[in-house]
């Protein structure tokens, strides 16, 4: 799935009902969803993000960019939130101007003509900056994933192959679909890393693991999917600077209500 090497799947308290629920997925012994198992895992491990869920708006942090990004670093927020609005921020500006001018304003330049894997690896190392271990990892293959999914480009990919179809991508599905890709690969590796380790304890066939590794993922699409579009209906993405405390907002706005979105599949507990 291009993340690390699973991680042991946490023991005793709310881990037991996941753990429970995984094991009758699994055999097909109960009426156990993929969005219960997620729901589940999320309440279990306190959010989506490694660290902490939700982070005082006001509280410093990790900026994504220069200029206008820098009131993002002020504003704080959590590492997801910073993340998707940078990200977000990047995607607005490449689809108006150019790729050089969106990596300056996210803080990286002089990677013109430099091919498309290294670009993108730097825009993945740069939007997860001030993270460590685990929770760099699972983000950087998140953004890494979400850009390459919007290229769609094969071969020896270029900076100007990149830039095209960067700009292809976002003229027919915005930066909300940008948004979407990352949320997505993010929450996705979030919920898999971690119960990666049970599910291959529970069988060793290869096809039942692949078949439940395809519907956590496709749960998580499905939902992300359902969020964006009920934000894209009340109008969270229109006329927004990303780079301000305003678009920080949005992106937590948008972290925080997926959250609980998928906590509630796990309710009861």
Avoid at 17 to 41: A, H, L
Avoid at 147 to 176: C, H, K, M
Avoid at 191 to 209: F, L, P
Wanted: aromatic residues 6%.
């Amino acid at each position: 799935m291009g993340t690390s090497k699973s991680m042991p799947t946490p023991k005793g308290g709310k881990w037991t009902r996941v753990k429970r629920e995984i094991s009758s997925y699994v055999s097909g012994s109960g009426n156990i969803s993929p969005q219960q198992i997620i729901g589940s895992t999320i309440i279990a491990s306190g959010g989506l993000s490694l660290r902490s869920t939700k982070e005082n708006l006001g509280r410093s942090g990790g900026g994504v960019g220069k200029t206008g990004g820098r009131r993002a670093q002020n504003a704080g927020g959590s590492p997801l939130g910073r993340a998707a609005s940078g990200l977000a921020g990047f995607g607005t500006t490449l689809g108006a101007r150019d790729l050089s001018q969106a990596l300056n304003l996210i803080g990286i330049d002089d990677m013109r003509g430099k091919p498309a894997g290294e670009v993108i690896s730097k825009i993945a190392d740069h939007l997860s900056k001030g993270l460590h271990g685990l929770e760099q990892d699972l983000m950087r293959n998140a953004i890494i994933q979400a850009i390459l999914n919007a290229a769609e480009i094969a071969g020896d990919p270029t900076y100007e192959n990149l830039e095209a179809s960067l700009q292809a991508f976002l003229s027919r599905d915005g930066v909300e679909g940008l948004i979407e890709l990352f949320l997505t690969q993010y929450i996705f590796y979030r919920i898999w890393h971690i119960i990666e380790d049970h599910v291959n304890k529970r069988t060793d066939n290869q096809g039942d693991i692949s078949n439940m590794e395809v519907a956590v993922e496709q749960a998580c699409r499905s939902n992300v999917h359902d969020e964006v579009e009920y934000q894209k209906k009340v109008g969270s993405f229109d006329n927004l600077d990303w780079f301000g405390v305003d678009g920080l907002q949005v992106a937590e706005t948008i972290v925080s209500d997926l959250e609980d979105r998928l906590r509630a599949y796990g309710a009861g507990q």
